[in-house]
DNA sequence: GCCGATGGACAAGTTACTTGTCTAACCTTA
DNA sequence: TAAGGTTAGACAAGTAACTTGTCCATCGGC
């Protein structure tokens, strides 16, 4: 026990959904860049998944991810610059500008796709199909009312 | 139709893996920030971990946690402002400082601990105990061939 | 006693955010 | 229909947690 501590089994969950979700990520990361979409980090594809879902503005963007519209329209920026992105004027409210998904975008999602899906493939052969959605089923129970935080609050 | 993709589900369950991450890594550390510990970031608490496991150089610490030796010292630098560690020349080199848990640091570590396995216990009673450590398992299986990194604290 | 490897300091650059401020445009409502 | 509050987005500056690169003192093997 001397200079040891026993290690926290709460601290040890975090831990491993962190590290599943890095598993997942990592591989798809490198994949994608094989395949011609270097320079793209996991944040860029949720966010494009998040806009092509409806979150068309840079403010909606940034509610929808959980930070603030500066962050959200440095993060349409970057995806515009990738060309995944392009932003025309909103002719029905002149402050708006609509965010839409490119072809390249698409493509991004098509392959992003298909790689998470493969690796869940392989999960699902690991621990069998139905014990994986199980674990989906739960995890989305506990994470399906998170508490309110002043980081809700955010404009 | 154009426009519309059926979405990932391989996506999805990483966004869940992260999202249960976050709902943890949130409540611990805002009860960490009432309790005293403000400031404390999750990183900086992994990081004291790996020092009071024996990592008690910067570049020891680097290596533990994957990163370089730099950035291993400018954690150290944040846990010795705050109080966590100190550190002290070692009398077999002279090169290295050994760094050391302080009283603060071991009590952040038993707080830390405590919030979260209070926020585990939660989780058990609303998806039933045996239902949490069979995801335990599954996930501890899925992740297996990974070791953990700071990298991994970053998101 | 040399020389490559190691530990640590210092500096600057990067990424992905944050706060804060500002203006233009929109939406009530009295 | 004009005032008053809300919203979208741009611009600026700051921060956290890294990175690369450089430098020097010390160490250890031969």
Redesign the pocket.
Known sequence: MIGRMAQSSGAELARLLLGGYHTMVDEVHVELAKRGHK?V????EF?LRAVDAGA????????R??????????????LEEFGYVD?EP?P????????RVTPRGRELMTVGSALFDDVRSRWAVRIGPEQLETLETHLAQLTERRSFT??DV??
């Open positions: 320079g980090r996991p944040a860029h966010a068309d503005t840079a403010s909606e963007l940034g509610r991810l959980s930070v603030t519209k500066q962050a959200a329209a440095q993060t349409i920026a970057a932003r909103d029905a409210d002149a402050r708006r500008k609509r965010v002043a980081e955010r404009d």
